[in-house]
């Protein structure tokens, strides 16, 4: 199991140079993407930062963490 697959996390890789943070993807831009879509943020919530922090995370995070996170699993009565 990886990272936030428990809660259904999806990748979100860069869709253009712009959005890359990993040095590794903008050395190799657009062959090498770098490892950004595998390290989004922790989806706790639905709130605007996903209740992983009070500023904005360096990574995007699909829209599915509205519907994809910790809170709504455990709604669902889903234990963690």
Known sequence: MY???EIGMENNDPKSKDEVQDPIGK???????GRDGERTPMQW???AQRGFSKTKPWLPV???YK?????SEQKEG???
């Open 3 to 5: 990272y936030g697959e």
């Open 27 to 33: 050395l190799g831009w657009p062959l090498e993407r």
């Open 45 to 47: 919530n639905d709130s």
């Open 62 to 64: 699909p829209a599915s």
């Open 67 to 71: 519907t994809h996170n910790v809170a």
């Open 78 to 80: 889903i234990p963690f």
